[in-house]
């Protein structure tokens, strides 16, 4: 899923000429059947001789020069490299993002709008062929689409007797928390958000696809997730994985089941790292034989991993052969400096929020007084042009650069 862009109007590429190799360079991409307009920016002098080739020094600066050069809005633009920092600073200014390479763990925390290793699969995601991150597009879907794909990446774990293991990890895709006010109108999130208290239909599809996608590359022998804490039981909180219905896996005569239990209650709230790691140590015990078996274990919110990874290294001390962790999505930081604007409700003039109806699990817009006003449904949006208003009003704004040059 793009998050800034709009699809349709793609006008521009912004090639990243420092890490993309010759073959990036000169490919003539199109859309539709037509090329599509590319620049190749350096920081250095080396591709200068590349028709269309900019040196630049801030990023920034580069990103308005283009946008009023070109006269194209940030929302049309599309950038691609193989450095995940230079994607990062696009993502802060609302531009899309190309990741050509693997994603590594160090940068789960900025994931770009696709990942990819072949320019084939560029052209695939410029024409729209390959959608995007899986419980996004179920999240924005509803259901699912042919080209979806998963974010892989692996860690490696230390256990008590100090050997090494490595855990393969498998997201949904992106999740943005309350604190980052300016993406609180994201369908995953919005969803993994409902998905705490209560029964989610597209949380249980994506589950279902993914697990059956890992039994066909691995030889699993048994599904499980991160069981509740004491003091959720108690309360009698909403057990959500053992809700989950899994029909497809259901069908292949697997389901999920109970491995861990959870023994201490923990909070890993505002935590950095380190004490992360530390309170979780020890939550877990395992309670039925895992010996030899390859296991597969879901959540649904990955922030430092310490929770998940606590849970596969115990899995893997008790005898476990291989664990392969699923999560429905991976937090993200996203610092920006520009302002977002939320959609206003045409009738009392308030921010408009994404909601979910309740029956039909729709995601929409509508304002706090939704449901008072008397024009009713007229005045909610629905998911998918709110989403694209948000792209248009929420565009990096070119801005009049003062000349700051005086006569010295
Ligand atoms: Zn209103």
Known sequence: MWKWTRPDNIQLLILDGDTLEEEF???PYSKDGKIIKKIIVTKTDKLISYEN???YFDLYDLIQEVMEKEKCESYSIISISKDILFLKSMIEYHIGTILVGNLIHDFLKNIPDYDVLTIKQIVEVLNYDRKGYCAEIFATYESSKKTMSLLFCNESITLADGSERVVDLYFGGRYYANKHMYILNDPLSHIVKQFKSRYVKVVDLFFDLACRYIAQIENVDSFTYIPLKPADIKEGKFDRFNNLKLIGLKKENMQLDTFLRCIKDFS???NDLYVRREIVKGAFEVIKDVENKTIVIIDD????????????????????KKVIAVLLSVNQLTESSIKYKNLKCNICGSNMKLRMNKSSG?????????????NGKSSTIDLLSGMDTLKEINKLEVVDIVDLQDEF
Not at 301 to 320: C, D, M, P, Q, R
Not at 365 to 374: A, V
Request: glycine fraction near 10%.
């Open 25 to 27: 360079l000169t490919y």
């Open 53 to 55: 080739s900019i040196m």
């Open 268 to 270: 890993q709230k505002g």
């Open 301 to 320: 919110v990955f922030s430092t991993g310490s929770t998940i990874l606590e849970a596969v290294k115990i899995l893997y001390e008790a005898g476990a």
């Open 362 to 374: 729709q995601l929409f817009f509508g304002c706090e007084n939704y449901q008072e006003h008397e």
